[in-house]
């Protein structure tokens, strides 16, 4: 069965970096095309991050993050990384991890709330 | 990219049937057949429920199906069942963003 596990700091403080991993279990990440992160704020809508191939190769942004968002892939620890540098309030949000193939995501993480608050 | 638009909730009792709609523009829902709608059951993560506007995953249950006219996707939920309760998701593909998502709908039964 495969699961994704988003962990993270919880809160971080404004003008920092916030770095969110996803665990990966059940699936090696070679396995499957692109992996995707999604935030909702509270109170808004799902909007996404950006993805990342499995090879590390390739990875796309949203045109709004793009300057300030990085996402990486460590196959040996079978992993997913988001960073979110110079981060403000409006970052605030439940973070999900999830695998996408073919112009859908195939499965979610249950998501970790990350809070930017001094 | 704006975000499709979704009633914010929809009601019915068991055994009933209900749509959902997902509007978009033709820059998204409009332009491209990948659809999709994803079921947010209260302490669960999200989960697929069609994709390409009409394809069930394997699992998911023939009661759910999608549909989609011109710049607006449906999802009907057929013998509405308690364990239905929940926020449905549309989102599309596009050029700009990868993924643009609705709302969120909750559901009621």
């Known amino acids: 069965q495969v699961q994704l596990q988003e962990s993270g700091p919880g809160l971080v403080k404004p003008s920092e970096t916030l770095s969110l991993t996803c665990d990966v279990s059940?699936?090696?990440?070679?396995?499957?095309?692109?992996w995707t992160w999604v935030r909702q704020p509270p109170g808004k809508e799902l909007e996404w991050i950006g993805e990342i191939h499995h090879s590390g190769n390739i990875d796309n942004y949203h045109p709004s993050l793009k300057s300030r968002v990085s996402i990486s892939v460590d196959n040996s620890r079978n992993q997913v990384s988001l960073k979110v540098n110079s981060v403000t309030a409006a970052d605030t949000a439940i973070y999900y991890c999830a695998m996408a193939s073919h112009y859908r995501i195939d499965l979610w993480g249950q998501g970790t709330l990350a809070t930017v608050s001094s | 990219q704006s975000a499709l638009t979704q009633p914010a909730s929809v009601s019915g009792s068991p055994g009933q049937s209900i749509t959902i709609s997902c509007t978009g523009t033709?820059?998204?829902?409009?332009?491209?057949?990948?659809v999709s709608w994803h079921q947010h059951l209260p302490g669960k993560a999200p989960k697929l429920l069609i994709y390409?506007?009409?394809n069930r995953p394997s699992g998911v249950s023939d009661r759910f199906s999608g549909s989609k006219s011109g710049n607006t996707a449906s999802l009907t939920i057929s013998g509405l069942q308690p364990e239905d309760e929940g926020v449905y998701h549309c989102?599309?593909?596009?050029?700009?963003?990868?993924?643009?998502f609705g709302g969120g709908t909750k559901v009621t039964v």
């Open positions: 033709s820059s998204d829902v409009g332009s491209y057949n990948y």
């Open positions: 989102y599309s593909y596009t050029s700009t963003t990868a993924y643009v």
């Open positions: 390409d506007v009409s």
């Open positions: 059940g699936v090696p990440i070679s396995t499957h095309d692109w």
